[in-house]
């Protein structure tokens, strides 16, 4: 690309000025000296596109902004060399986005949910214009995860990556774990406190985690792993029973993005093709109470990566917020502004070769298994049976006393596939030992 113009500043269009659109207007003002020091150059927003432009604001608009309401008059003025998007959603973020490459800008998002769904088409167009698309702020806002697989780590093959990638049903497990609240409860909380929204659906029941981890499988591999094929799993109604009978294992029980090379016994995770072939999912797990990930609190996020030259590399930080979200914008906008070579995927060429998927049934695992049963002889015979007869083997079994509506068995299993797990689990209902539907969890 040509040498930058230090007399010229970058000058951005916002589309949106919520929470982390007045978190950039504020770094913007504040950190002008070391942006200029760093980029070379000023960076200066021009407009900001909003619904209501008669709105009341708390957060003061970026020096010399003007509003407007006219989505054109981000896209399509020419003193504009860089959009960012901020609006979330999907159809209108992609319109905007996709008018902006026409016009030839450049583009800063921190839209997960548009970047999983419909990425791919938007990172090709990019490619094509010869035009940066950066999105750090949209995986686990402070956390430089998507540089660091883009660029850092690119000299290593990822074996796996594994993460708390929702910050919000981070909170609820949490206060769950150490305050031994319910479920509704710490979901209450979690929204009176601004942690939560109103309709909590994306983040309890992993869609917010599912988005963010088809992000980091692309960066990881290379590969387009479509969402729609991405097993995934909330928090939703978790039980603090559950809670509280891991941690007598050793456990917390965690909301984990979770993609790794599928192992196989005999020759790797190669197929006979040689295509690695991927594990991923959003899914409640077990983590000891030694490991890091297990430590990680409130609404911290965390990802840990496996790489084979570098190891084990671990990365923890605020996933959210006005200031820690903005911080990964602006770094977004000062590479554009050192105006870097457009490197969206972390992987040279246009076209993303399809993810080769494992299928979720043969996922290999250990398992916490809850089930509520009768205090009557041979129950425990039975259910163990049942586990018998799919190959599977347990590892240790607690038998707590009654709850009211039954006695509850813990198992924790050694390795086998889910489809084993689930085939044990139909066994115990089709004989009629259960008084409720089991609970099982992977352990990671």
Known sequence: MSKVNESKPLVAGLAGFGTVGGGLARLLRENADIIRRRAGRDIVVKRVLVRNAQKARSAPLPEGAQLTTDPAALTDDPDIDVLVELIGGIDQARALIDRALDQGKHIVTANKALLAEEGLALFQKAERKKRILRYEASVAGAIPIVQALRESLTGNRIASLMGILNGTSNYILSEMTSNGLDFDVALRQAQELGYAEADPTLDIDGHDAAHKLILLIRLAYGVNYPYTALCVRGIRGLSSLDIRLAREFGYRIKLIGQVREARRPKDGACGDDGVIR??????????????????????????RVEANAAGALFFHGRGAGDLPTAGAVLADLLAVAREERPNNTGFVGRELPKAAIVPPEEWRSCYYVRVMVQDAPGVLRDISGCMAAEGISVAQMIQKTDEGHGVPLVFMTHETSAQAMSDALQRTVDAGLLKEPAVYFRVL
């Open 278 to 303: 991927l594990e991923a999912g959003v899914f409640p797990a077990l983590v000891h109470h030694t490991f890091l990930l297990a430590r990680v609190g409130g609404v911290y996020n965390a990802v």
